[in-house]
């Protein structure tokens, strides 16, 4: 992956949307795994396993493109897999909020990615004086 300059310091070019997008999708696949031994009469917390592993992503990768089509992949497996099971689509009631959810936690997830590195670069500043 290339390295290149941002205001923070070093962090994965631009161009690497596609890597991050298969490094993100490549981990929710792991989430769902996890998800998937927790009981079905527990679905909030097959939900949250997916939800954190949304936050987890934004919060290290830091590109908004690449979380968008996460957050995207991540409501598909949940619907697909974790609610429906055997990969069948259908839309319920409450997928309209379940997305909505997991947009709220990328941009929660972005935003504490971003506050980490202002920290880091604060520090990094205040002992390089």
Not at 31 to 46: C, E, S, T
Not at 75 to 80: A, D, S, V, Y
Not at 105 to 129: D, N, P, Q, T
Request: net charge neutral.
């Amino acid at each position: 992956m290339s390295m290149s300059m941002s205001r923070y310091g070093w962090a994965p070019a631009r161009e690497s949307v596609g890597i991050a997008v298969g490094l993100g999708a490549a981990g929710l696949v792991a989430a769902a795994f996890g998800a998937a031994i927790i009981p079905v009469a527990y679905p909030l917390w097959r939900f949250g396993v997916i939800a954190l592993s949304i936050l987890i992503f934004a919060a290290v990768s830091l590109d908004l493109r690449a979380t968008a089509v996460i957050v995207g992949i991540g409501f598909l497996i949940f619907n697909g897999f974790l609610e429906d099971r055997l990969g069948q689509l259908t839309w319920h009631t409450d997928d309209v909020w379940r997305l909505l959810l997991l947009v709220v936690v990328a941009v929660w997830g972005f935003a504490l990615g971003e506050a980490g590195r202002w920290i880091a670069s604060v520090k990094e500043e205040k002992h390089g004086a």
